[in-house]
């Protein structure tokens, strides 16, 4: 948007008031919703807010408003009376407006950046830093989801963004300023979302301070101790990890277990995730373009498959029987991630309950639906204290958002609620292959849908804050 300033917005998530959002913004507001996209309410509410910084920047006598120098004068004279503060309060108001899981950045025009996390800090956003100029006596920042990008771009990981705090780049100073933006009556609480250090998260970076690939070796390493206790006289020949997220656990699972890692699967990296593709017939068809089985290490052996979730089923039912036809004579499953049952609502496109392989089946009864020998899922008790046990006394986690496997929702929602009814009228199979036979439609000019747990008052085509489809390069059950 142009006014105040000139403002845009990257973020990462979903907003889970939407609905309310909507109408505060065209009709509180007066501002156009142009899109279906929470993306737009998050710009118009902090621009709204800016907005209202700067006439009290004009009130006060702050800003000179440019005397004669034209509008570009003005406009410059009015961004120069722009202090921190003014900056952090209208942080203030979209984080005690907007709810659900959220991180993101906003850039304006004449005055720096300024990052942000919502009050849970669910979603992960980090700064970076490294010297500048050419004595070094200047620092230049860097801002993104995951510390591998700051590695990547040769800068330092300097920290995580705190729940509900936010980070100011001012352009015009080259100063970084930070500050907590929830009041004392809503005090923020540290609540990652956990399917991060399971699936989303590479393993080479560091989230909350603690190693995502530790946390997938400890995964792998109870993972193996509970077939231990649970087939103690199992017969597993070798281990095999569904590529890509699953290979650090599989590998630890294999050392536990006493039984050699082999690679039998390899990717087609330009195939996109299959579990939220649209359709059955079309999920299983991609799974086939993009795995193919080395079948020397299925031949005549009992395999134990690794993979680091279980979602639909569709994946592993085609992966078993792929295994099977490479010669495999037992086929077990196992899964990094306990049982999903619930639809996530923070930004991961986890279909409706009914679509999910392990809605209303225990592992006997979802082995049964896949096809092979057994399931072992990890137990959620066990997933947290693969990433908790490795965090330092000075920066406990002791709490996650879990929902996809508990249903419990650190924003408060429950099962039940209208909210979820309208969710799986938006997101179960029908709707989202009628979306796609209808073009799209809404703002993004036919563009298809992305599935998210959005309100549905804002359409059938939106986008908020997930990759499209086409952007997904990994894969999962």
């Known amino acids: 948007t142009n006014y105040p300033f000139g403002i845009c917005v990257a973020h990462n998530g979903n907003l889970t008031n939407t609905g309310d959002l909507e109408g505060l913004v065209r009709d509180g507001m007066m501002r156009h919703v142009n899109t279906e996209s929470d993306s737009e309410l998050l710009l118009n509410i902090f621009a709204e807010a800016m907005a209202e910084q700067a006439k009290s920047a004009v009130t006060s006598g702050k800003s000179s408003n440019g005397g004669s120098g034209g509008a570009g004068a003005r406009a410059a004279a009015l961004a120069d009376s722009i202090t921190k503060s003014e900056v952090f309060a209208a942080i203030t108001r979209v984080l005690t407006t907007c709810e659900g899981g959220y991180a993101g950045i906003y850039l304006i025009n004449g005055i720096g950046l300024v990052a942000f996390r919502d009050p849970h800090g669910i979603r992960p956003i980090v700064l970076g830093a490294k010297k500048s100029g050419a004595d070094g006596g200047g620092t230049d920042y860097v801002l993104a989801s995951e510390s591998v990008a700051i590695d990547t771009l040769g800068f330092t990981l300097q920290r995580d963004v705190?729940?509900?705090?936010a980070i100011f780049l001012d352009m015009r100073s080259g100063e970084c300023h930070t500050h907590q933006c929830l009041p004392d009556a809503a005090p923020a609480s540290l609540s990652p979302c956990i399917f991060e250090y399971?699936?989303?998260a590479r393993p080479d970076s560091i989230m909350d301070g603690v190693s995502v690939y530790e946390t997938r070796l400890k995964?792998?390493?109870?993972?193996?101790?509970?077939?231990?206790?649970?087939?103690?006289?199992?017969?597993?020949?070798v281990v095999i990890p569904i590529p890509d997220t699953s290979r650090t656990s599989a590998l630890q699972a294999a050392y536990i277990l006493g039984r050699p890692f082999r690679e039998g699967?390899?990717?087609?990296?330009?195939?996109?995730?299959?579990?939220?593709m649209p359709g059955q017939v079309n999920r299983r068809k991609s799974v086939r373009l993009k795995l193919n089985t080395i079948k020397s290490e299925f031949a005549g052996r009992n395999v134990l498959l690794v993979d680091d979730s279980i979602v639909r089923g569709?994946?592993?039912?085609?992966?078993?029987?792929?295994?099977?036809?490479?010669?495999?004579?037992?086929?077990?499953?196992?899964?990094?991630?306990?049982?999903?049952?619930?639809?996530?609502i923070?930004?991961?496109?986890?279909?409706?309950?009914?679509?999910?392989?392990?809605?209303?089946r225990d592992e006997a009864e979802v082995a049964a639906h896949i096809g092979c020998e057994w399931v072992v899922y990890q137990d959620l008790d066990d997933l947290v204290d693969s990433v908790s046990s490795l965090a330092s006394p000075e920066r406990p986690l002791p709490r996650f958002d879990t929902s996809c496997f508990s249903g419990e929702y650190v924003t408060g929602e429950k099962i039940g609620d209208e909210y979820f009814e309208r969710l799986h009228a938006k997101r179960n199979d029908g709707a989202k292959?009628?979306?796609?036979?209808?073009?799209?439609?809404?703002?993004?000019?036919?563009?298809?849908?992305?599935?998210?747990?959005?309100?549905?008052?804002?359409?059938?085509?939106?986008?908020?804050?997930?990759?499209p489809v086409s952007n997904m390069v990994n894969a999962e059950s």
Do not use: W
């Open 162 to 165: 705190l729940p509900g705090e």
């Open 198 to 200: 399971v699936y989303f």
């Open 219 to 237: 995964m792998g390493e109870r993972l193996a101790q509970k077939i231990e206790r649970v087939y103690p006289q199992h017969d597993i020949d």
């Open 265 to 276: 699967f390899i990717k087609n990296r330009y195939i996109a995730r299959t579990f939220i």
């Open 314 to 344: 569709t994946t592993a039912r085609e992966i078993v029987q792929m295994a099977r036809d490479a010669g495999a004579r037992k086929v077990y499953f196992t899964s990094a991630a306990p049982p999903i049952r619930y639809p996530n």
């Open 346 to 360: 923070y930004g991961i496109d986890i279909p409706t309950r009914t679509e999910l392989v392990a809605y209303g």
């Open 433 to 467: 292959q009628a979306k796609n036979t209808d073009g799209g439609g809404g703002g993004s000019g036919g563009t298809p849908a992305k599935g998210k747990d959005v309100d549905t008052s804002l359409g059938e085509s939106s986008h908020h804050g997930c990759e």
